[in-house]
Nanobody
Framework: QVQLVESGGGLVQAGGSLRLSCAAS????????MGWFRQAPGKEREFVAA????????YYRDSVKSRFTISRDNAKDTVYLQMNSLRPEDTAVYFC???????????????????WGQGTQVTVSS
């Protein structure tokens, strides 16, 4: 049984930082690409960042490049999202997801993420 458990969300002022963590169990972690997505109230879920399983290649949506960093520790089965210079428009529920097709290359398809966490709320005040 796959479990993804996010933590690290909270309330922060604009310009501040947060670090999200996602602990995985029930999967061969290093063979999965891991991703972060977010969903703001009244909006569709959107891709934030992804990292491949064994090659650690990273991918970001344009609006978070240079501010967010995705990383992973395959020894701990954990993926992280370091978020700096946060903006009010970053406010959303952030979800961790696992993609079994992304060991070496990220496919770019949200549909390839087969397992999802429950989400953690990030609120950025202006």
């Amino acid at each position: 049984q796959v479990q993804l458990v996010e933590s690290g969300g909270g309330l922060v002022q604009a310009g501040g930082s947060l670090r999200l963590s996602c602990a995985a169990s029930g999967i061969s972690f290093s063979t999965y690409a891991m991703g972060w997505f977010r969903q703001a109230p009244g909006k569709e879920r959107e891709f934030v960042a992804a990292i491949t399983g064994s090659t650690y290649r990273t991918y970001y949506r344009d609006s978070v490049k240079s501010r967010f960093t995705i990383s992973r520790d395959n020894a701990k089965d954990t993926v992280y999202l370091q978020m700096n210079s946060l903006r009010p428009e970053d406010t959303a529920v952030y979800f961790c997801a696992a993609n079994p097709l992304g060991r070496y290359v990220y496919t770019g398809r949200e549909a390839d993420f087969s397992s999802w966490g429950q989400g953690t709320q990030v609120t950025v005040s202006s």
